[in-house]
């Protein structure tokens, strides 16, 4: 079951590093804007975008299994089509280094496949805007 209440959404934003699953290099995109702002308000973004070297003044990775950081929260702007298989790299990534605390869908975006994320702890929010939550609960 997706998170929902404000209290579990409200622990998430405790996160430091998010990387960001079709992080865009163009401005004016909720893609591109959206980690930005998460950028500003103190939060280490790593875009996920195999088309980019750079975005948003960070390196690039072509895929979260790329990234040799620790990563806390995966954020997706991805079409929903695309969750299964960003499942399973998020799976393959929390059973090999042991991190992603949490999945995170954006507005518009959800999938069946996050229940396999839940069955291995992982916590999922689907088809929610992870800046409209920041500001509304964090304002």
């Known amino acids: 079951m997706p998170l929902t209440s404000d209290d579990d959404i409200r622990s998430l934003l405790d996160v430091e590093t998010i990387a ?27 875009p996920i975008n195999p088309f980019a070297e750079e975005i948003l003044g960070v390196r690039a990775y072509d895929s979260l299994a790329d990234v040799d950081q620790e990563i806390d929260l995966v954020d997706v702007f991805r079409p929903s089509e695309e969750v299964p298989s960003i499942v399973d790299e998020v799976l393959a990534r929390h059973e090999a280094r042991g991190d992603v605390e949490a999945l995170w869908l954006q507005l518009g975006i959800t999938h069946e496949a996050t229940a396999r994320a839940e069955e291995a ?19």
């Open 121 to 139: 702890g992982l916590r999922v929010v689907q088809d929610k805007c992870l800046k409209v939550e920041h500001q509304r609960l964090r304002g």
């Open 20 to 46: 960001v699953v079709g992080c865009s290099t163009t401005p004016g995109k909720a893609a591109h804007e959206i980690p930005a702002y998460l950028q500003r308000q103190g939060y280490e973004i790593v």
